[in-house]
């Protein structure tokens, strides 16, 4: 309680929690490294549904379109009923899966170390196996955000910026950032540009039109 500064409620969402959970509405979304995926109700910690992976997650879920997206090390990109935990679709990669899915609009993308990058509709109809939209295999990194029907995508090992076409998956340009050590947006639509270079100072960076 924020008030008094005791403890009001508990509940154990995972057994190893490592990763930090996402709070959505009146929703947590935790993930643990055994696998398991847990919906709790923010204003009772009360579960409301809970999956088990057939492997370890080791990356951040992401929340949209009324669905939860988890990518596992078992290979699979899973989307679930935020309000039931119903599985509405998981789609079968070629590897082990480490980074975590990003929700634009209804659309899904994400980074497969085999495949490229990979873009799935968020809610298709009658698609157990999910919808591919695209694959892009040259395309490394995650995605950051979109401006003007452009992705930028961020790859940390190589300290490169990729403009890849939304609609499509062409590359259209790549650029060299060798100083910057943390990257993130303000927005994952039309969002500024935020990062931390070597020497620790913060930078802003913004599109010019």
Request: net charge positive; proline share 5%; hydrophobic share 40%.
């Amino acid at each position: 309680s924020y008030g008094v500064g005791h403890m009001w409620r508990a509940y154990q969402a995972v057994p190893t929690l490592r990763i930090k959970p996402i709070l959505y509405r009146d929703h947590v979304i935790a993930v643990g490294q055994d696998g398991t995926v847990t919906a709790i109700r923010a204003s009772r910690v009360s579960r409301m549904w809970r999956y088990q992976a057939l492997a370890g997650i080791v990356a951040r879920p992401a929340v949209g379109n009324e669905a939860v997206y988890v990518a596992s090390r078992d290979q699979y990109l899973r989307a679930f009923d935020l309000y039931n935990g119903r599985r509405l679709w998981q789609y079968l990669t070629e590897s082990p899966l480490e980074q975590s899915p990003v929700v634009i609009g209804n659309r899904v993308y994400q980074y497969v170390p085999t495949e490229g990058l990979v873009c799935l509709e968020a809610r298709p109809q009658n698609r157990p196996g999910g919808r591919v939209m695209w694959r892009s295999p040259d395309v490394q990194g995650q995605v950051i955000t979109r401006h003007r029907g452009m992705l930028l995508v961020w790859d940390d090992e190589k300290r490169e910026m990729t403009l890849v076409a939304a609609d499509s998956g062409d590359v259209e340009s790549s650029f060299q950032f060798p100083d910057i050590q943390h990257i993130w947006t303000s927005d994952e639509t039309s969002g500024n540009l935020l990062a931390i270079d070597r020497r620790g100072r913060l930078i802003r960076l913004a599109p010019r039109s």
